[in-house]
């Protein structure tokens, strides 16, 4: 059970640091694995504010180069070099917003974890795409993409993050959570988390379902406590999935 924090563009160095401090000394880490996602400049900070607690610090993204002119882009050896233990890759919003494909998706998997960063890579479809049952189209696209480069790989987590569910309060059913999951997969059988308006109230059902392997947070994730209450849910539903 793995419960993500992703803090998109907020909090910069000197409110992760506080946060990260706060965070560890406010969530019991016993049976569930808890990271937060911090933007770059504030990842150092993190590090430090998280030091002596098991809470992971991941980037919000990795480039596939090593070095090069990729104006913007930071390396899997320069996470590495900072401490960072992994990194988020095709969340939607760099797929919708900043023209991320599947294939520069799985180049960055790929380079992130032949680096020996953990990596989380989001897919999931759009409201269009579900309203025009394309939903199993979408996800065996993606995914298959990130299977046919990388494979079941160890260090790999798929986050399933229904657009239309991001940000929105709309949270997908936990039935249609389920669902989503099991097709994914059965295409790639590795951690696979659900994404989209998680928040206190609704994380223990969703946490529940038998194919949902944790969460990836965004706006509750910016609390101590509306976090906290989501991590003490992953600890439950882990207790009972046993
Ligand atoms: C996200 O950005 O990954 C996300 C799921 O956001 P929210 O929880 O705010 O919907």
């Known amino acids: 059970m793995l419960i993500a924090g992703n803090w998109k563009l907020f909090k910069g160095p000197g409110e992760a640091g506080s946060f990260a401090r706060a965070l560890a000394g406010a969530v019991d880490t016993a049976g569930v694995e808890v990271a937060i996602c911090p933007p770059y400049v504030s990842l150092a900070a993190a590090l430090e504010g998280t030091t002596g607690s098991d809470i992971q610090v991941l980037a919000q993204s990795v480039h596939w180069a090593e070095t ?41 998997v790929e380079a992130g974890l032949a680096a020996g960063l953990r990596i989380i890579a989001c897919v999931g479809e759009t409201l269009a795409e579900r309203d025009g049952g394309q939903v199993e189209e979408v996800l065996r696209r993606q995914v298959g993409a990130v299977a046919a480069a990388v494979g079941a790989h160890a260090q790999l987590v798929i986050a399933y993050e229904p657009i239309w569910a991001i940000g929105t309060g709309r949270t997908a059913a936990p039935e249609q959570a389920q669902e989503a999951h099991a097709l994914i997969r059965a295409v790639l059988d590795v951690p696979i988390l659900y994404g989209g308006s998680v928040k206190a109230e609704n994380a223990l059902v969703l946490l529940s379902q038998p194919d949902v392997d944790g969460a990836l947070v965004g706006g509750a994730a910016l609390e101590v406590d509306s976090f906290a209450a989501i991590v003490e849910a992953g600890r439950a539903a882990a207790a009972t999935k046993g």
Do not use: C, N, P, Y
């Not at 913007?72 to 919003?93: D, F, N, Q, R």
């Open 68 to 108: 090069g002119a990729f104006t913007g882009e930071v390396s899997a050896a320069m996470l590495k070099e900072v401490g960072v233990a992994g990194a988020i890759v095709g969340h939607s919003e760099r797929r919708q917003l900043f023209g991320e494909t599947d294939e520069t998706v799985a180049r960055r």
